[in-house]
């Protein structure tokens, strides 16, 4: 790997594993573009807002990045829907 800044895209990046871990990679020096459905992401990501279940929405997002960055070295996926107690 060459001395360019690594690029990860976190799905789930405003709440719970996937924000810690946008967080992380943050402060590690990455790029981090933070995938959420409400946009809200730890302070120094670069936010794509997308519902992972609606593939249009995954899309424009993933285009989104692709104009941004000019490489993409890892995907975290932290999405999920919480059902606890229901």
Do not use: C, N, Y
Request: charged share 15%; no cysteine; aromatic share 4%.
């Amino acid at each position: 790997m060459s001395d360019q800044i690594r690029t990860i895209l976190v799905t789930g990046a405003s709440s719970g594993i996937g924000l810690a871990t946008a967080a992380h990679f943050e402060q590690a020096g990455w790029r981090v573009f933070g995938l959420s459905r409400s946009g809200r992401v730890p302070a120094g990501v670069t936010p794509l807002r997308a519902d992972i279940s609606r593939s249009d929405q995954v899309t424009k997002a993933i285009t989104e990045l692709r104009q941004l960055a000019p490489r993409l070295d890892v995907v975290v996926h932290a999405a999920g829907i919480g059902g606890a107690g229901s």
